[in-house]
């Protein structure tokens, strides 16, 4: 699988734009560019997954560099709800792919009120 | 509301005992899957299940068992031959495994804890 380079960590203010950056030079045509964020003691919940254009949802953007060899999340407006480890992901929609997605060690983001 | 439960959520048991974390899932999901994460760590997949009656190990499965017996439910049995078993456990589910690319559902997840 393909890897991902995330920074340990990040500091955001509440109601202030929060950037997570996701650097992934390895990653081949078929990758889809996954994001999953967890909560203290809870299970990932899905965020945002993108191809190569940029995506928008209810929860977040996906900002895909144009040779797709880095990405970014983009939280609009931090809550303190947002407080959570962030998975950048590559998964293989191609080929013997099954749907396997492997966690590294994530974005531990703190949101300060 | 359709989602993944599992239980229990705390689950204690002595060195050498089998035990056996639930997960049942309504989303009408064909793919379960089983991680497991150990603390300060990503995700670590144990087994998963593209349909009833099959499933393949994952990256870890050595000393853990799995049945698909029915389309909701995804049951993982830690055996005494697992080494280092006290982790947190959480299963998964997706519409499907391969093509194109689906999200999956976390359960709450089962931490278990082995003296």
């Known amino acids: 699988d393909a890897k991902t380079t995330q920074p340990n960590s990040m500091e955001s203010n509440e109601e202030e734009p929060v950037h997570l950056p996701c650097n992934h030079s390895t990653i081949s045509g078929t990758d889809y560019i996954h994001w999953y964020r967890q909560l203290p003691s809870q299970g990932p919940e899905y965020v945002i997954h993108g191809l190569t254009s940029n995506v928008n949802n209810r929860m977040a953007s996906l900002a895909i560099a144009e040779d797709r060899k880095s990405s970014t999340l983009i939280l609009h407006r931090a809550t303190l709800r947002d407080a959570a480890v962030y998975y950048c992901?590559?998964?293989?929609?191609?080929?013997?792919?099954?749907?396997?997605?492997?966690f590294g060690q994530g974005t531990i983001l703190t949101v300060h009120p | 509301d359709g989602g993944i439960t599992q239980s229990p959520k705390y689950l204690f048991r002595k060195e050498g005992q089998n035990v056996t974390l639930s997960c049942e899932q309504n989303?009408?999901?064909?793919?379960m899957y089983w991680y497991r994460q150990d603390p300060g760590q990503g995700l670590r997949l144990i087994y998963y299940?593209?349909?009833?009656?099959?499933?393949q190990k994952g990256d870890i499965a050595e000393g853990y068992s799995v049945s698909r017996e029915k389309k909701e439910s995804f049951p993982l049995t830690v055996t005494s031959a697992q080494k280092n078993p006290t982790a947190f456990y959480l299963c998964?589910?997706?519409?499907?495994?391969?093509?194109?690319?689906?999200?999956?559902?976390f359960g709450p997840g089962t931490r278990l804890t082995v003296t």
């Open positions: 299940s593209q349909i009833v009656n099959d499933f």
């Open positions: 992901i590559l998964r293989s929609a191609g080929g013997t792919s099954y749907g396997k997605l492997t």
């Open positions: 989303l009408n999901h064909d793919a």
């Open positions: 998964a589910s997706s519409k499907g495994i391969s093509g194109i690319s689906y999200e999956q559902y």
